[in-house]
Antibody
Framework: QITLKESGPTLVKPTQTLTLTCTFS??????????VGWIRQPPGKALEWLAL???????RYNPSLKSRLTITKDTSKNQVVLTMTNVDPVDTATYYC???????????????WGQGTLVIVSS | QTVVTQEPSLTVSPGGTVTLTCASS?????????PNWFQQKPGQAPRALIY???NRHSWTPARFSGSLLGGKTALTLSGVQPEDEAEYYC?????????FGGGTKLTVL
């Protein structure tokens, strides 16, 4: 059974750095084919893809946010961490981590989602 | 900037059929965009329905089907149930980046 769970601060001040952790089970990021991504959703708005990390440490970022995002993995802990610098109130959103199935430069499916964690950016 | 466009809202009667579409600002959507569809109900995480244009996940009811239609990708619901009322999102691949559509709010009335 594949599960993912996001954790991190609920409230962050503008200009600070946000660090979110995805802890997963049921698959490994040390074996070929494992891929985890982050997706966010501002309140009442659409989903937005943020970043993706492959089992071999290959990474992809949303071009509009690339300068502010870093995605890393800790295979020993079954965790993926997303860091976002210089946050702004527009970054207020529910952040989801997702297990994707990818091959080459693309992902065919995104079937397993965490429950999401709400992050509010406010002073 | 790439924009993926969906109908903002649609209404369907129980038992009816409805087609939701997803268009790309770059041109016709093909299988190379690996279209995915997701359903989201209020207060819940999105649930994956369709992957790689036409494939249902093991948990996806057979009344949901994906296709390419007139240069777009489409999600068709046949024999709509009241529990299908939800927001639906498509996701398209653009050379190593992914873009969601703005979502379609489906009302079953």
């Amino acid at each position: 059974q594949i599960t993912l769970k996001e954790s991190g601060p609920t409230l962050v001040k503008p200009t600070q750095t946000l660090t979110l952790t995805c802890t997963f089970s049921g698959f490994s990021l040390s074996a070929g084919g494992g891929t985890v991504g982050w997706i966010r959703q501002p309140p009442g708005k659409a989903l937005e893809w943020l970043a993706l990390i492959y089992w071999d440490d290959y990474k992809r970022y949303n071009p509009s946010l690339k300068s502010r995002l870093t995605i890393t993995k800790d295979t020993s802990k079954n965790q993926v961490v997303l860091t976002m610098t210089n946050v702004d109130p527009v970054d207020t959103a529910t952040y989801y981590c997702v297990r994707a199935f990818c091959g080459g430069s693309t992902c065919q499916s995104w079937p397993y989602w965490g429950q999401g964690t709400l992050v509010i950016v406010s002073s | 900037q790439t924009v993926v466009t969906q109908e903002p809202s649609l209404t369907v009667s129980p038992g009816g059929t409805v087609t939701l579409t997803c268009a790309s600002s770059t041109g016709a959507v093909t299988t190379d965009y690996y279209p995915n569809w997701f359903q989201q109900k209020p207060g819940q995480a999105p649930r994956a329905l369709i992957y790689s244009t036409t494939n249902r996940h093991s948990w996806t009811p057979a009344r949901f089907s994906g296709s390419l239609l007139g240069g777009k990708t489409a999600l068709t619901l046949s024999g709509v149930q009241p529990e299908d009322e939800a927001e639906y999102y498509c996701l398209l691949h653009y050379g190593g980046a992914w873009v969601f559509g703005g979502g379609t709010k489906l009302t079953v009335l």
